[in-house]
């Protein structure tokens, strides 16, 4: 199969997530991983040694999932090895369907884009729709900060819905692709520093630290790139290299070690304010601000925003095809 044999599971998978989405209809594997998660912190997370058990899931989950994965492929490519008419074809569908198992950029711009269009409607619509999509707190947020979380997770979910799976797939092929969902599916679930999580959490929040560290800070190279292509549409707020100076001024601001760099890199694009205080199951937490202009944001920063995900998208995966025919 040769280069194509890298190609075109790519383009099949990125291609679906552009036309389906995640169907409500189709079983999904991280639904499985999420299950597998619950099951075990319901039952660990409990009396002593909480660090230890969290990080016995981690490394068994991870770990596993890789496993699995390239077993799976390994028996398949056997079995369609035995049908030359075919077999390939075959071996090739099924590494497509799970790339688009592993991206969700068309599920969130749709899930952003609701956020908005609730928002419009009312403030309260506003508030429960952004609960889908954001681990704070949402009952006492503003209008502004409801547009501000929806955008927010667009940012970063470019870079754990995208441009990190693809990352881990140019890198470890599709095992490595899996491995990476199964270490932010834990983090997006017990990552927390919580009093409940803070311990049992602690090993799958590091372990995505890790793995979206460089993730991240190529998704911010990638958005500002986007941003400054020739016929875009809305004119962005700074030169290219006045947002890369932006970003990495502001990206460091958050608490996180990754998640600032894309936040940064669409404020600087949107010239508005991204961070501080958010409450996490009922608790308090200071973050700093990323951007300086505070001001309301409005349906037309969400059309720029929208773009600029796709281009960077767009971007990732032609970085895919020249590795490909390298």
Not at 30 to 52: L, S, T
Not at 134 to 160: F, I, M, P, Q, Y
Request: net charge positive; proline share 5%; aromatic share 12%.
């Amino acid at each position: 199969m040769g280069m194509m044999g890298n190609v075109l599971p790519l383009l099949m998978g990125w291609g679906l997530d552009k036309c389906l989405g995640d169907p409500s209809c189709l079983p999904h594997p991280v639904v499985a991983f999420g299950r597998w998660i619950a099951f075990v912190e319901r039952h660990a997370n409990k009396g002593r040694c909480r660090r230890a058990k969290g990080t016995l899931l981690v490394g068994f989950s991870v770990a596993g999932v890789f496993l699995l994965t390239w077993l799976f492929l390994f028996f398949l490519s056997r079995l369609c090895a035995a049908w030359p008419a075919g077999g390939s074809y075959v071996f090739l569908s099924a590494e497509g369907i799970l790339v688009f198992y592993c991206l969700c950029g068309t599920t969130l711009v749709r899930e952003v884009r609701l956020v908005f269009r609730a928002a419009d409607r009312s403030l309260d619509e506003g508030r429960r729709q952004v609960a889908r999509i954001v681990g704070r707190d949402t009952a006492h947020l503003s209008d502004k900060e409801v547009r501000t979380a929806a955008l927010e997770t667009l940012a970063e979910n470019l870079s754990d819905g995208v441009v990190a799976p693809l990352f881990w797939f140019y890198l470890l092929g599709l095992p490595g692709m899996m491995a990476y969902k199964m270490v932010n599916t834990m983090d997006s679930m017990i990552g927390y520093r919580t009093d409940r999580y803070r311990e049992f959490g602690w090993a799958a929040a590091r372990l995505d630290d890790v793995a979206n560290y460089v993730p991240a800070r190529l998704t911010a190279f990638l958005m500002a790139l986007s941003a400054h292509l020739p016929h875009r549409g809305r004119k962005a707020a700074r030169g290219l290299k006045d947002e890369l100076r932006f970003i990495l001024r502001h990206g460091p601001r958050h608490a996180s070690p990754n998640s600032g760099y894309p936040e940064a890199a669409l404020a600087g694009i949107l010239d508005c304010r991204f961070g501080g205080p958010h409450d996490y199951f009922g608790q308090s937490f200071p973050k700093p601000y990323i951007g300086n202009r505070d001001r309301a944001l409005r349906t037309e920063d969400l059309q720029t925003a929208v773009g600029v995900n796709l281009w960077a998208e767009c971007l990732m995966v032609l970085c895919g095809v020249a590795l490909s025919f390298l």
